[in-house]
């Protein structure tokens, strides 16, 4: 669609105010959806998560439901200090993906030294993208996160939480990035979202009056260690560690110096280790230092002690250095290696001694690059912390189950100083929005909100019960993260934001302050017009909580505003992305569960996939990505829209292919085609808005009853899925099948379409179906959909029109198996004359006789394969002389009948008579069709059964 018709449709939706929700008699829908941080421009990836929620709200407002659809912009937050502190500096990384991945011109990329004009420049830009896009938002209640009225929300909201015992105060593990000065949750990061932070046991190993660490999660195996694995590639450092001297790796310090008190004291090069020995302070064994070049001096300490009887990974490393005589003869280990053997540790029922040997074997694991070897380790790791018992021989422990005795053991060890703690990413890397990669800090004085409150969760529960989820199987992970979730950090020294009221040095973090914003829009166009100051936690406690007490605001208006407020609310759907359930939209279900009453808690939730670029994860920094407005400059909005919807379901990843964007736009190329074709074959000058009063003239032919019978089970289905989300079926019921009956439909009325006979009629039907495909498609392709309901004559504008509505009168299982008849009949002879090779001047069709259709009504009476039954029946009944033949059909239709749709008897001759043309179009021969066998050369008349006719070709 060229851009000057989406703007003219833009200018009259606008004028219109089509899209302005306002509380009336209607009975309202409210739908949101995640609403963007505009630290950088829109991408396909969020075409697809904003698309999704406007064919809702326009399929929704067509069904004649009050749809509120807002809109607003969260710039909360530290990323985007972070990108303005580079860009004063000139980083060119980060100058090179604003200029040439989000393509900001270089007098505007001058100004995003300012964070807050960073984020006004996007989310003016995100606006006018989506406006181009044709999403149906009522943009008077747009706001920033950052605006005065917002913030004094968020106030009353944490006030609301601490004033119930959710919010504590306490020390705590956080992602934090150094650059922004700053913790970091899920929605401040370019890459790491959803990677947990896991507690980690350092153990200690004693060499010429220092430490090697190494970290593990596993302490109990440290009886089972046989050497130490250091990185020789890598760089080592010696520092100062609570009065010890510690060897960690360099990366391994910038992670731990923000968790302990550490100095540097030199750099050591690991090579002159390798070969030495250092003391196990727990077992009292000695142990050799070894090579590695998979030991990754970003994780834990960038030491690793090896458990080659119970690790997979380490068996294998040790026996590729084994067969390593190049390196075993650079460091002299041939003699330490060749004496080192696996020891137990564990007793896993199922294995011998040495499980890590068993499950290599098992699995045919060559070598260290096998892509199963850590399958292998999760497995055996998994097994031996569920089921496995330290072995007999192991001190103190022994018989007890690993799963008790591990934090016992790290306890105990810590307790005694042969062990520390420490903290570390379960996956790296970790990657802010400013582009620095994060670290595991200990936050002191940190605010937290207690999502590890039982009753707290056990409420949250009762509130997620009772919602509507899609899919269905996420729910089991809502049930999850709502017992795996732990205290959260809520605050932040450095960012934009609402600061905490009674610790103004805190700042709200970005997760805690998009909760229950939800709210926040049924009122948003009256707050714009109140003096921030006059918006006090009793206003806001009014409104919401019904609850008494002085208010600034006028009591006219406060009614005004709460009624606005108890008429939308609660929110019927939330919709956002899957890798936002551990966070995001568990929060939002505590915090409605916290703070509302049970009716005005949430009732649904679609959780969206991901999305692919050309089978690629896309990726802004990686510069992996198509920008949503060069899509739009490149193929039009109703094109992105429909290939968005069509590609995948909205819980499934989606993957852009440049190929099929292109196949999705003659697609719809083909149906403006098509709508120009039915205005030429109407008689007189096409009028959509007449076209339901004139549908009075009685079809006689089965092919048009067919159609639309086509047409309404294309609109039943399409509004089935709609009504559950699934955005794929809907498109491919209401485009691509559809498409596929009206072609098959030209097909069958091709030999007579010009005959003045029928053209009344056929131009009765495809009007018909062209007047509900426009309103069907509406949603998915409102600008092609507003032009063709204008230009042939529709009411006002398509979407204010009433969605098509399934009629069941239309649907007659006789007419639909009568052109199932026809169909397989096609596909028959195409193979007949396939296996003979012939092409015939004459077909002839064979009916079956009446008594076969008797035989087959007496079949669907005994319900099930009898044939006994069956053959006495039709004797009984003297249906047919031959018994022989009885029992051949008999048997042939007892294999048959179960496969068979029985709709009754059809007057098979008047069907193919009707069809005589297009059977002798598509096989290109003259079509016979006999009631009685009086010529069968070849006896093939025997073979007719009902619903199947039988072929003879001359």
């Not at 110096?257 to 003391?279: A, F, T, W, Y």
């Not at 795996?484 to 960012?495: F, M, T």
């Not at 068979?900 to 008897?905: A, E, I, K, Q």
Request: charge should be negative.
């Amino acid at each position: 669609m060229k851009s000057n018709v989406e703007s003219k449709w833009q200018e009259r939706w606008k004028k219109s105010k089509i899209f302005h929700s306002n509380p009336d008699e209607r009975e309202k829908l409210f739908l949101t959806v995640a609403y963007p941080y505009p630290s950088g421009a829109m991408h396909i990836g969020h075409g697809r998560t904003y698309t999704v929620p406007d064919v809702y709200a326009r399929f929704k407002r067509m069904q004649g439901y009050n749809v509120l659809f807002p809109m607003g912009w969260h710039v909360t937050g530290a990323p985007v200090i972070g990108i303005a502190r580079r860009i004063q500096r000139q980083d060119p990384w980060t100058l090179d993906i604003y200029k040439n991945i989000h393509k900001v011109p270089e007098e505007e990329l001058k100004k995003f030294t300012n964070p807050e004009y960073i984020v006004e420049y996007f989310s003016s830009e995100y606006h006018q993208v989506m406006e181009k896009m044709g999403y149906s938002i009522d943009w008077r209640r747009e706001f920033r996160t950052t605006d005065p009225a917002y913030k004094k929300f968020i106030e009353w909201q944490i006030r609301q939480l601490k004033s119930k015992g959710r919010v504590r105060r306490g020390a705590h593990p956080v992602k934090y990035c150094g650059e922004c000065e700053n913790p970091v949750g899920d929605h401040d990061l370019l890459e790491g979202e959803g990677v947990s932070i896991n507690e980690l046991t350092l153990l200690k190993f004693e060499i010429d009056g220092f430490y090697l660490v190494p970290a593990t999660f596993r302490p109990e195996t440290i009886y089972g260690a046989t050497n130490l694995w250091l990185n020789p590639e890598s760089n080592y450092v010696k520092v100062m560690a609570d009065g010890e001297k510690w060897l960690i790796s360099k990366e391994a310090y910038d992670n731990l110096s923000h968790q302990k008190n550490l100095e540097i004291l030199e750099e050591v090069d690991p090579r002159p280790l390798i070969g030495r020995m250092v003391k196990n302070i727990v077992t009292g064994e000695e142990h050799p230092i070894l090579p590695a070049s998979f030991v990754d001096p970003e994780y834990g300490s960038g030491v690793v002690f090896s458990v080659p009887g119970h690790a997979p990974a380490d068996y294998m490393a040790l026996h590729d250095l084994k067969n390593n005589s190049e390196l075993l003869k650079e460091y002299q280990l041939e003699e330490i290696v060749k004496n080192l053997q696996p020891i137990n540790v564990i007793t896993l029922k199922g294995y011998g001694k040495f499980p890590a040997q068993e499950i290599i074997e098992k699995m045919g694991i060559k070598n260290q690059k096998d892509p199963h070897l850590q399958e292998a380790t999760n497995e055996l790791y998994k097994q031996e912390h569920t089921r496995g018992v330290m072995s007999e021989h192991i001190p103190i422990y022994s018989g007890q189950k690993v799963s008790l005795i591990r934090e016992t053991i790290s306890s105990s060890l810590k307790g005694e100083k042969k062990a520390s703690l420490m903290y570390d990413f379960a996956e790296r890397p970790v990657i802010c929005r400013c582009g620095n990669r994060c670290v595991v800090k200990i936050m002191e004085d940190q605010w937290f909100i207690t999502y590890s409150d039982e009753e707290w969760k056990k409420n949250t529960r009762d509130t997620l019960e009772k919602m509507k989820i899609i899919p269905s199987e996420v729910r089991a992970n809502f049930n999850y993260y709502i017992g795996w979730l732990h205290d959260w950090a809520c605050s932040r020294r450095i960012g934009l934001g609402t600061r905490i009221p009674w610790d103004p040095q805190w700042i709200i973090e970005p997760l805690t302050d998009s909760t229950i914003y939800m709210s926040y829009y049924t009122i948003a166009p009256y707050l714009n017009k109140i003096d921030p100051d006059d918006l006090d936690d009793e206003f806001f406690s009014r409104v919401f909580l019904d609850e008494p007490g002085p208010v600034k605001v006028e009591e006219g208006l406060i009614k005004q505003i709460k009624d606005e407020f108890n008429y939308y609310y609660p929110l019927d759907w939330r919709l956002s992305a899957k890798d936002l359930i551990g966070n995001h939209l568990t929060f939002h279900i505590f915090h409605h569960t916290a703070i509302f009453p049970e009716d005005k808690r949430p009732q649904g939730i679609v959780v969206f996939g991901m999305g692919l670029l050309e089978g690629n994860k896309m990726s802004s920094s990686k510069g992996n990505v198509v920008l949503l407005e060069d899509a739009l400059t490149r193929h039009g909005a109703d094109v992105v829209r429909l290939f968005l919807m069509s590609s995948a379901e909205p819980w499934q990843d989606f993957d852009w292919r440049e190929k099929e964007v292109k196949g999705t736009r003659r697609r719809l190329e083909w149906f403006v085609e098509f709508a120009k074709k039915v205005n030429t074959l109407h008689q007189e000058s096409l009028l959509l808005k007449d076209v339901g009063n004139n549908s009075s003239i009685p079809l006689e032919s089965f092919i048009n009853k067919w159609m639309l019978g086509q047409l309404h089970l294309r609109i039943k289905d399409a509004t089935e899925a709609l009504e559950g989300f699934q955005t794929r079926k809907a498109v491919q019921d209401s485009l691509f099948l559809l498409k596929k009956d009206v072609d098959h439909y030209f097909h069958r009325i091709h030999s007579y379409q010009d005959d003045e006979k029928y053209q009344e009629e056929i131009s009765q039907v495809l009007s018909l179906v062209l007047e509900s495909w426009i309103r069907l498609l509406s949603p998915f392709t409102p600008y092609t959909c507003e032009e063709l309901w204008e230009e042939y004559g529709g009411e006002g504008l398509v979407s204010e029109a009433p969605w098509p509505v399934y009629d069941p009168g239309f649907i007659d299982e006789k007419i639909q198996k009568a052109e199932e008849i026809i169909q397989d009949l096609v596909n028959d002879i195409t193979e007949i004359k396939k296996i003979v090779g012939v092409d015939p001047e004459k077909i002839h069709i064979y009916l079956a006789p009446s008594w076969k259709w008797e035989v087959f009504d007496i079949a669907i009476e005994v319900g099930r394969p009898d044939i006994g039954r069956i053959i006495g029946q039709t004797i009984q009944k003297k249906l047919h002389d031959d018994k022989k033949e009885i029992a051949e059909f008999a048997q042939k239709i007892s294999r048959e009948i179960t496969r068979v749709n029985y709709v009754g008897h059809l007057e098979e001759y008047k069907i193919l008579s009707d069809a005589r043309d297009y059977l002798q179009k598509v096989t290109e021969a003259e079509i016979v069709i006999h009631q009685d066998a009086d010529y069968d050369p070849e006896n093939k008349a025997r073979n007719a059964l009902p619903y199947k006719p039988a072929i003879f070709l001359e």
